[in-house]
């Protein structure tokens, strides 16, 4: 759990330590090859406990990214998501692979799969989440599950691209002159905390930005301003040609403080993987879209700074709804179990949201988002060719392309051929697979530009608007189905598609042997079942549900469901497969935190193998 290396315990001074500490000259340590065997079984069972877990969800969320080692070799990191029977959520790691061949899409896809496919979960993943880079975005496409983007990225690349349309470059420019001042002088550090000790401060050290390394600039800034005498005094002693910050600029700095901690806020809320985050998103959107109000006393660059950070996150949003492939496409493939009521228990996850704060708890309409930017998904064209083959995988006759088409086109209600089995209206939003209804191993097909965009926006054939994952589990959380975060347009739809989902999910009416015929009397006495009765009755679960009162921000939602799930069995399976989705790819950032220090300079002469091992067993570890 401390990352050490293994052959730690062949070192003398370690042993004569141990000697020393327990009093027994003669003791001595287990042999590298003991720790080896023990840990390598200790892996196998913590895999196997994993696996049993995985075996028994009904489904399960992903999240990928890719990492370079110190040794300069390129590993996929995989971590799984899922909400167990009894209302518990769980988040490990499933693997961390090395990649030999270059990040194309394709050889993305197939990694994903073979992660997948090792854990036996191919059929029950509901989702993968990434960052935004393109390669993995078109490998979401091949893949056969939804793909949702890392709402953590997007939110810190709002930030780079409102901070580089407005005024505070001169005054953030000034401030890493500063910082590298004292970065790279010991001396004039000493000096520094000098002044800082004589006002009464903490002796910290400044903080440099990273473009790569989110909230750097807020903490570089929070740091100057803390240190605001300190550093001015210090400077003021110091030869030096940097150009000082004026009062001004420290005015700037400090509505920029302003602007950037409920960014920082939002990103640490929706980076959680101890519990439910996806059906956060659109509440803290929300929050941060209220924080970004123009107001009459801005000066000219907050103005730019929230107008460009608005407009932007209004685009980015419409980028959201991304098509689900929901169960309630006829009855096909995925499907949600029905659950039943002894499933639920009283051992339920006590992680509640308590980074949910009184500025997300009273929700207000958000205005309609404008569609503005393109989609930023477009499909890169990387066919790999060997040997003058092309296809999806760049080897033909793969045999994972072949299974994936197979349940792409079985979730579609298609059979072998392609050919579809079901028709009417399609409420279980638009498959962005690349192998239904093709040959095998071909070409895809090239999209134009407005099938793609339809696609990418979420509109069927009919041209009404899917839901998103976002919308579903955001209505299915307690803490927020009064849907006060999306405009008032859209609420009705989510809950009109939700009842759909529910009419689907019910069990075909037995047929009954037919009664004898009525005499007219009869016939005029009784009354019928009409169509609207019918729909009322389907309606029941969803009105009590939305019936119910809403929990406390802090409360947490697994803990309600597996208390509720007796009264609304048709909807916790859908909560079930909602909720475990993660709202961003932190999970597999802080695996990659995790990698690094296992993989350093010392040990970079591991095996891809060993390196597997020794990450997810230290992820498994650190949970208990």
Avoid at 66 to 82: F, K
Avoid at 230 to 258: F, I, S, V
Avoid at 311 to 331: F, H, M, Q, V, Y
Wanted: glycine fraction near 6%; aromatic fraction near 6%; include cysteine.
């Amino acid at each position: 759990m401390d990352c050490r290396p293994i052959n730690i315990v062949e070192d003398q001074g370690l042993q004569e330590i141990i000697q020393i500490a327990s009093c027994d000259p003669f003791y001595k340590a287990p042999s590298r090859g003991t720790v080896v065997a023990r840990i390598n079984e200790l892996y196998d069972n913590e895999k196997a406990m994993k696996m049993e877990l995985l075996a028994q969800a009904p489904f399960i969320a992903l999240t990928g990214d890719h990492w370079t080692s110190v040794n300069n070799q390129n590993y996929l990191g995989v971590t799984g998501h899922l909400i167990d029977n009894k209302w518990q959520l769980h988040s490990f790691a499933l693997g961390v692979v090395k990649t030999e061949e270059r990040h194309f899409a394709d050889a993305c896809a197939r990694q994903f799969i073979q992660v997948s496919d090792e854990w036996k979960i191919t059929d029950k993943v509901t989702t993968i989440g990434t960052d935004s880079a393109r390669n993995m975005i078109a490998a979401a496409r091949i893949l056969p599950f939804d793909y949702l983007p890392c709402i953590a990225h997007m939110i810190q690349r709002l930030i780079t691209v409102s901070l580089s349309n407005s005024g505070f470059d001169g005054a953030l420019a000034k401030c890493r002159k500063i910082v590298g001042h004292f970065k790279h002088s010991p001396a004039n550090a000493a000096e520094l905390k000098a002044q800082q000790a004589s006002h009464g401060q903490d002796e910290e050290p400044l903080i440099q930005d990273v473009p790569t390394r989110w909230n750097s600039t807020l903490a570089m800034i929070t740091r100057i301003l803390q240190n605001k005498e300190p550093l001015k005094e210090t400077l003021a002693q110091q030869k030096h040609n940097l150009a000082l910050l004026t009062a001004a600029e420290y005015d700037r700095l400090a509505r920029l403080e302003t602007l950037l901690e409920p960014c920082k806020y939002v990103t640490n809320l929706l980076g959680g993987d101890k519990y439910v985050s996806c059906s956060a998103v659109l509440p803290a959107l929300c929050h941060l879209q209220r924080k970004m109000e123009v107001t009459d006393d801005d000066p000219a660059y907050v103005l730019r700074f929230k107008t460009t950070f608005s407009e932007d996150l209004n685009k980015r949003k419409e980028n959201l709804n991304i098509t689900w492939l929901k169960a309630s496409e006829s009855g096909h493939g995925n499907e949600i179990p029905l659950m039943e009521d002894g499933d639920a228990s009283d051992e339920v996850v006590g992680n509640s949201n308590t980074l949910l704060a009184d500025g997300i708890r009273d929700q207000i309409p958000v205005a309609s988002s404008v569609r503005g930017e393109e989609c930023e998904q477009s499909v890169v064209a990387e066919n790999s060719q060997e040997g003058g083959k092309a296809g999806t995988s760049g080897v033909e006759g793969n045999s994972w392309t072949e299974v994936d088409g197979r349940r792409r086109r079985k979730r579609r209600g298609q059979g072998e051929s392609g050919v579809s089995q079901t028709q009417g209206k399609r409420h279980a939003g638009v498959q962005r697979g690349l192998f239904g209804g093709q040959q095998v191993g071909s070409t895809p097909t090239v999209e134009s530009e407005g099938e793609w965009e339809e696609k990418e926006m979420g509109l069927g054939d009919s041209g009404e608007a899917d839901l998103s994952a976002s919308q579903v589990a955001t209505a299915l959380d307690p803490r927020f189905k009064d849907l006060k975060c999306m405009p008032r347009a859209e609420r009705e739809e989510v809950w009109r598609v939700l009842c759909e989902v529910l009419k689907n999910r019910e069990p075909p009416r037995a047929e009954v042997e037919p009664e004898p015929p009525k005499k007219k009397m009869a016939l005029l006495l009784m009354a019928t079942n009409s169509e609207s009765d019918d729909e009322a009755q389907s309606n029941k679960p969803l009105d009590r549900y939305r019936a119910e009162p809403s929990i406390d921000t802090e409360q947490c939602p697994l803990q309600w469901w597996s208390t509720h799930t007796g009264a609304h069995g048709g909807l916790a399976p859908i909560a079930q497969r909602y909720l475990a989705t993660p709202a961003s790819t932190v999970p597999c950032e802080r695996l990659f935190s995790l990698a690094g220090h296992i993989v350093h300079k010392k040990r970079s002469s591991l095996s891809s193998e060993n390196v597997n091992k020794l990450v997810c067993l230290s992820n498994w570890l650190s949970d208990k």
